[in-house]
C-alpha cells in the first residue's frame, strides 16, 4: 500500500502497486494528479472501480461526527 499524503510522493514519483486487486503502476503527475496504469485487459474494470469510489457519498471518513 502506499501513503499518498507522504511527502516522499511527490510529483514525478512512479510506484508499482496492487489496485482493485489487480497489478498497477501509479504516476504522480501532480500534487492531485495522478495517472493509473493497468494491462488493456483491466481498464474497462480499472475504470468502472475509479467511477464508483468517486461517486458521491463514497468518501471515507474516519470518524463520525456529532
Avoid: H, N
Amino acid at each position: 500500500s502506499l501513503d499518498l499524503l507522504d511527502p516522499a510522493y511527490g510529483p514525478g514519483t512512479c510506484r508499482r502497486m496492487r489496485y482493485a486487486e489487480i497489478a498497477a503502476l501509479l504516476d504522480v503527475v501532480e500534487p492531485d494528479v495522478f495517472d493509473i496504469y493497468v494491462f488493456r485487459s483491466y481498464a474497462d474494470y480499472t475504470w468502472d472501480y475509479v467511477v464508483a469510489t468517486a461517486r458521491k457519498g463514497s468518501e471515507i471518513r474516519l470518524f463520525k461526527s456529532g
